[in-house]
């Protein structure tokens, strides 16, 4: 089971600090979840400039030119952030007893843990 997937809401944890022109600290939605290469895309993170070639489109109108936009950052340098204290914190499992239409079912389900300054 993933513990980070699309739409939960991360922590930057590495990096250079906001002060000097980084990201470390910054929370960000995740847009995409790139598996086979343990990245993700963070919204308003890791920002790069793509330089697009300049073409037509079939109305005539121009395209191409700079762009900025988000570039894929590793998952190890990411935490989610607990919804309760608003906190980056490690990601747990554990097995629920879930029942549907009268069948009971085994669901493994992730939550946020308690980081040890919260205890």
């Known amino acids: 089971m993933a513990k980070i997937k699309k739409g939960d ?7 250079k600090k906001q002060d000097k022109g ?3 600290g910054k929370q960000g939605k995740v847009l995409e979840v790139l598996a086979e290469q343990n990245r ?6 890791n920002f ?6 300049v ?3 079939q109305r005539g109108t121009k ?21 309760s204290s608003k906190k980056p914190t490690r990601v747990g499992h ?5 029942t549907k239409d ?4 085994t669901v493994r389900v992730r939550y946020a843990k308690k980081s040890g300054k919260d205890l």
């Open 55 to 57: 073409g037509q489109s």
């Open 48 to 53: 790069v400039t793509k330089h697009n070639r």
């Open 63 to 83: 395209t191409g030119g700079i762009e900025t936009m988000e570039a894929p950052i590793h998952i190890s340098n990411v935490a989610l952030v607990d919804p």
């Open 22 to 24: 980084g990201d470390r």
């Open 40 to 45: 993700v895309i963070v919204e308003g993170v």
């Open 94 to 98: 554990r097995v629920e007893e879930q």
């Open 102 to 105: 009268g069948v009971k079912r």
């Open 9 to 15: 809401l991360v922590q930057v944890l590495t990096g």
